[in-house]
């Protein structure tokens, strides 16, 4: 059975964040919450701020106005050597994987715990094969990338993101140019890590079918601001034009 998120226990908060990149407002007074063990789901169109947004909570950019808050801590001006305990308990699923094609699966997985300095192979092997088993790959860690499926290359990545036990997990796009059970064998595995271990996770995607089965709220983002935040059944209920647009793929073309 699936643990319920902790309605009064805030994992991370971000309070008024604005980011320009070049000449290009993205983030424009991000004010967002995310509980412990929740999962949130942001969604928006391209060019709306939400991989840039995911950036911000791990210190790969930092905000030009706001804060970042990880579990108390403002991490939002600290030096790369005070970030570096915090990224630990944060695993990122990139959009494409980004996997490295000259590693094996094995190897992959085993990056994260070789850039903390753990050097016991023995350890090393066990922990692996105990992650590829979790994502049910276990059976094809000596496999090259380039020999494995979209949902699969997902699935490692997946299990590299887990490898370190972080309390969060952020996903960038996890079920992008994946076939519908591709798709639903990631979400089945996202769900599964809140349950198994109460990771507080946070998906960025355009999937509204992976959006309402994972997520327990979901945020709207447009023009740079949360335009809202709520159940998914809340926002299937929404009056605004934008939103249901949105989560019908509807273009407002009418020519």
Request: hydrophobic share 40%; aromatic share 4%; proline share 4%.
């Amino acid at each position: 059975m699936t643990k319920p998120f902790q309605k009064e226990s805030e994992h991370i908060r971000i309070e008024g964040v604005t980011k320009r990149i070049g000449d290009q407002h993205i983030l424009k007074g991000i004010d967002l919450s995310v509980r412990h063990g929740e999962i949130l789901a942001i969604i928006g169109a391209s060019g709306t701020g939400k991989s840039v947004l995911l950036k911000h909570i791990t210190g790969l950019m930092r905000p030009d106005a706001g804060r970042v808050i990880f579990d108390g801590e403002d991490i939002s001006q600290m030096t790369e050597k005070s970030l570096a305990p915090i990224r630990r308990r944060i695993g990122m699923l990139f959009q494409n994987g980004a996997l490295f094609d000259s590693l094996t699966v094995a190897e992959n997985v085993a990056f994260p715990l070789l850039e903390t300095g753990l050097r016991d192979s023995a350890q090393i092997e066990a922990r692996v094969r105990e992650n590829l088993q979790l994502v049910g790959l276990e059976a094809h860690l000596e496999k090259m990338p380039v020999s494995l499926s979209g949902g699969m290359r997902k699935r490692v990545a997946l299990a590299r993101a887990m490898i370190n036990k972080p309390e969060c997990l952020l996903c960038d796009e996890p079920t992008s140019g994946l076939d519908p059970i591709a798709s639903d064998s990631i979400n089945h595995l996202v769900r599964r890590l809140r349950s198994q271990f109460h990771v507080t996770s946070i998906v960025v995607t355009h999937d509204m079918t992976s959006a309402y089965h994972i997520a327990d709220r979901i945020a709207f983002l447009k023009e740079g601001k949360v335009r809202f935040i709520g159940e998914p059944e809340e926002i299937r209920e929404s009056k605004d034009a934008d939103i249901q647009d949105f989560i019908h793929g509807r273009s407002g073309d009418t020519s």
